[in-house]
């Protein structure tokens, strides 16, 4: 369950932004959506792959 502390007057915006921060650094919607299909592990290990190569074709165009 999460807490959030309010201070006296604090603006309820605000509190709702440090709710929706603590929720999604949970990460309850992303396993959500992960479950929602099964990926096959040999899938999703060829796309952690793409993304590294992806990100590493990225770094050394900056240099």
Do not use: H
């Not at 604090?10 to 396993?31: D, P, S, Y």
């Not at 792959?49 to 990100?55: E, L």
């Amino acid at each position: 369950m999460i807490v959030i502390p309010i201070k006296e007057g604090e603006n309820i915006e605000r509190a709702l932004k440090k709710f929706k921060r603590k929720f999604e650094k949970t990460g309850v919607i992303r396993e959500l959506r992960d479950r929602q299909a099964y990926i096959k592990p040999s899938k999703r290990k060829r796309e952690t792959i793409k993304k590294a190569v992806y990100k590493q074709k990225i770094r050394e165009k900056e240099f």
